[in-house]
């Protein structure tokens, strides 16, 4: 049956295995590190920049650990908030496809800060949502509108990370 897969087909299901292994890898030290206390610092830290440009933005914003009082609502922020797990599917991509290492720490280089600057961003905005606009509104936008959001951005990234390896060959 294998013998019958050639080429970019067998190569395309060796990279899908790859990328399931080490996203299943990560995401449990991910998990494990969470459960040990030894991560709490992204949550600290995901939490004072998003206060920080909060308030840039003209927003009442005061902090706690892991907490951002706005006028009216108190966003928490968790683990999922820190687009850790994010991080850990676009690394995951970038290690499991198959280019030079010096390609791949260039796109993790490029894509993981952006990935965070984007995820302050998106903090910024479902508070200003939560400010301006009724409960529904903040739902949608955390609930759905981010998510989407994101999943266009690690595409995104990635197929710029696979067209500029193309254009290297």
Known sequence: MLKKIEGTDWDFLKTSAL???IATILGAVVSL????????????ATTSAAAFFIGLVGIGARSSPNEIYLDT????ITLECTAVFIVVLYTSLIIAY???LKKKLSGLAIGIPLIFI???ARLVFIAAVSEKLPTYYFNFVHDYLWQVGFILLITML????????????
């Open 158 to 169: 990635w197929l710029t990370f696979i067209r500029e390896k193309q254009d290297e060959a």
């Open 73 to 76: 609502r108190i966003l928490v």
């Open 19 to 21: 990328f399931l292994i």
């Open 98 to 100: 198959p280019t030079p």
């Open 118 to 120: 984007v995820n302050v």
């Open 33 to 44: 590190l969470f459960r040990a206390g030894q991560i709490y610092f992204l949550i600290n």
